[in-house]
């Protein structure tokens, strides 16, 4: 079984920064990609941004230029910079991993952690 824990949310006036961070633990041989998601309330969870275990990121359009997503060993940062007030939702980070080397590849889910960027 693989854990997924977020930490770093909070309350922010707009321009301001906060920085998320992940960390998976357990039954861990590989993770091919750790990202961070965003849900606002009444709207669909959306992808942010994503980080491989090549060292690839990749931005959603709304956070390009403001966001940026880095990784070590098992763990996953967001620097969240210029916030705005649509960017106020709970964030979750998704790992991707699998438990043995010749195992398929699983999503975990951490339990999420709220962003509010006040006007």
């Known amino acids: 079984q693989v854990q997924v824990v977020e930490s770093g949310g909070g309350l922010v006036q707009t321009g301001g920064s906060l920085r998320l961070s992940c960390a998976a633990s357990g039954s861990i041989f590989r993770i091919n990609v750790m990202s961070w998601y965003r849900q606002a309330p009444g709207k669909q969870r959306e992808l942010v941004a994503a980080f491989t275990s090549g060292g690839r990121a990749n931005y959603a359009d709304s956070v390009m230029g403001r966001f940026t997503i880095s990784g070590a060993k098992n763990t996953v940062y967001l620097q969240m910079n210029s916030l705005k007030p649509e960017d106020t939702a709970v964030y979750y980070c998704?790992?991707?991993?699998?438990?043995?080397?010749?195992?398929?590849?699983?999503?975990?889910w951490g339990q999420g952690t709220q962003v509010t960027v006040s006007s």
């Open positions: 998704n790992t991707e991993a699998s438990s043995r080397w010749d195992g398929p590849a699983f999503r975990y």
